[in-house]
């Protein structure tokens, strides 16, 4: 276990431990916390995960953590990597099961005061239309060659079926497509497991979520974003569902063998790799586009739920019940990306694990809506906390490869929540607080409950104060849909 000991505070919110500190790490270890948050991190093995990351094949700079870190599958989630192309590696642990799990962002011309007497209904509607909780379905049937499709176009795939427009793409990271997904790439049994979950929201930490903007701290990047005080939002957080999942499966159990064909030891099994010019490397950056895109796809189809559930609730009792995305964007990839890297431009195999991408002003992949001010980056809270509105910015570049925090993060695993908290009271102290809740598991909502995550708005309070991300607006929620 890594300790005090071990590690040495750089900057007021930045911490390393030296490469010295193992013979086998092959770059430093770095992560982002201020003193309540360090103490959190070091309650897990999270620490020893990120140094475990920091001794893989082709890594350069430093392997880096966000305040939200926390024990994951191999590398902690809040960590971030790069590994020098063409023969760095690429990990599934470094992605994650829940390949392209983000966040969107929709807002609206909504007062809370003017849609205060339908929020219940809102919730309602909402709960009736996105399809929720483990392994449920939805209303999108494919047939096989369809999601074929689908896994290969994203979101496009989405436009054509009259479930987004075009200034929903526009506002996508990567314009809700990545190019490369290859479905042939993909077993059958995750094809299976993906075809009747497309517009499905999922279980355990995945929600919708409508949320009431709440202060605002950057009036230009909010007004840009469509973002008022006392406005309402919505928000979804979710990912490739059970189509992502088995794809990660799929490629832990084929890399095993991999590190063995190309001589790469490893620490922890949980990090098994290949160089990314390997074919198995290509095989799964090919697969993991193609969950990428379902993602994508998936949260574009409950956008259009979400437009209908707007609709039934409120048309004829609001102003305008219009709702319009303001961007949407991933927290568990891999991505191909050009840095600045010790004075070179370097290409480079970026790994974020519960991290969000952070491009900062200029950024050529950015809409021209955004590109002058950076990206936006939507920061989800627990229920009954806020969320947050960030924008990337040019030391998030310089510092993490255009990288920062994803979440409050958690610090109580999920079976310790259960046991801690009772769904029904947490539902009912949730009301209580104005916020309508529906669920379909009162166990699943004692999972997610807030006191089992850090406190958000000192994670944020610490991206904010080491210069890799910029607050914009502050949301809180008055509707939550959970599985």
């Known amino acids: 276990m890594v300790d005090r000991k071990d590690f040495k505070r750089i900057d007021k919110f930045l911490y390393e431990v030296p490469q010295s500190y193992r013979a086998d790490m092959r770059v430093p270890a770095r992560f982002y916390a201020d003193p309540e948050l360090l103490e959190n991190t070091l309650g897990d093995k999270s620490l020893e995960q990120l140094v475990n990351t ?11 953590a966000m305040p939200d870190i926390h024990q994951g599958y191999g590398f902690p989630i809040g960590g971030v990597i790069a590994t020098k192309l063409p023969d760095g590696v690429i990990s599934p642990g470094g992605v994650g099961y829940d390949i392209n799990c983000g966040v ?23 709960y009736a239309n996105c399809p929720s909780g483990v392994g449920k379905g939805g209303s999108v049937k494919l047939k096989p060659g369809e999601l074929d499709r689908l896994v290969e176009e994203g979101a496009r795939w989405a436009l054509r079926r009259g479930f987004a427009t075009e200034a929903d793409l526009e506002r996508t990271e990567e314009r809700g497509c990545i190019e490369g997904a290859d479905a042939g790439k993909v077993s059958q049994r995750a094809k299976r497991r993906g075809l009747e979950q497309v517009g499905t929201l999922g279980a355990g930490n995945h929600f919708i979520e409508v949320d009431v903007v709440d202060e605002v701290f950057d009036e230009e990047a909010a007004n840009r974003m469509g973002l008022a005080p006392g406005r309402l939002v919505v928000q979804i957080h979710c990912g490739s569902r059970g189509f992502g999942h088995q794809v990660c499966t799929d490629y832990v159990k084929l890399f095993q063998k991999a590190i063995h064909k190309y001589g790469i030891h490893l620490p922890d099994r949980e990090l098994v790799c290949a160089p990314l010019s390997s074919p ?13 895109n379902y993602a994508f796809a998936n ?12 609709e039934q609730a409120l048309a004829g009792k609001v102003r305008n019940h219009h709702v319009f995305q303001v961007y949407d964007i991933a927290h568990n990839m891999a991505k191909i990306e050009e840095h600045e890297i010790d004075g070179q431009r370097m290409k480079v195999c970026v790994h974020r694990k519960g991290a ?3 491009f900062g002003p200029g950024s050529p992949v950015l809409p021209d809506v955004y590109r002058d001010i950076g990206q936006p980056v939507l920061v989800p809270g627990s229920m009954g906390t806020a969320s ?10 310089a510092q993490t490869f255009g990288s920062t925090c994803h979440g409050a993060g958690r610090m109580m695993s999920r079976s310790k929540a259960k046991k801690t908290v009772w769904g029904a009271e947490l539902r009912q102290e949730l009301e209580a607080g104005g916020i309508h809740v529906r669920a379909g598991s009162m166990s699943g909502l004692a999972e997610e409950a807030p006191i089992a995550y850090k406190d958000v708005d000192r994670v944020v309070e610490v991206v904010h104060g080491a210069g890799i991300a910029k607050k914009v607006a502050r949301l809180v929620p008055v509707a939550v849909v959970k599985g």
């Open 356 to 358: 969000t991408r952070a």
């Open 299 to 310: 949260r574009q189809v409950l956008t259009h739920h979400i437009r209908r559930s707007f």
């Open 54 to 64: 920091a001794t893989m094949p082709g890594i350069v700079k430093y392997a880096l």
């Open 104 to 126: 969107r962002l929709l807002g609206t011309h909504i007062d809370k005061e003017e849609a205060a007497p339908y929020l219940d209904d809102l919730a309602s509607a909402l």
């Open 280 to 292: 198995e490397g290509q095989d799964y950056l090919a697969a993991m586009k193609a969950a990428a």
């Open 388 to 397: 947050w509105v960030l924008l990337g910015t040019a030391g998030s570049m």
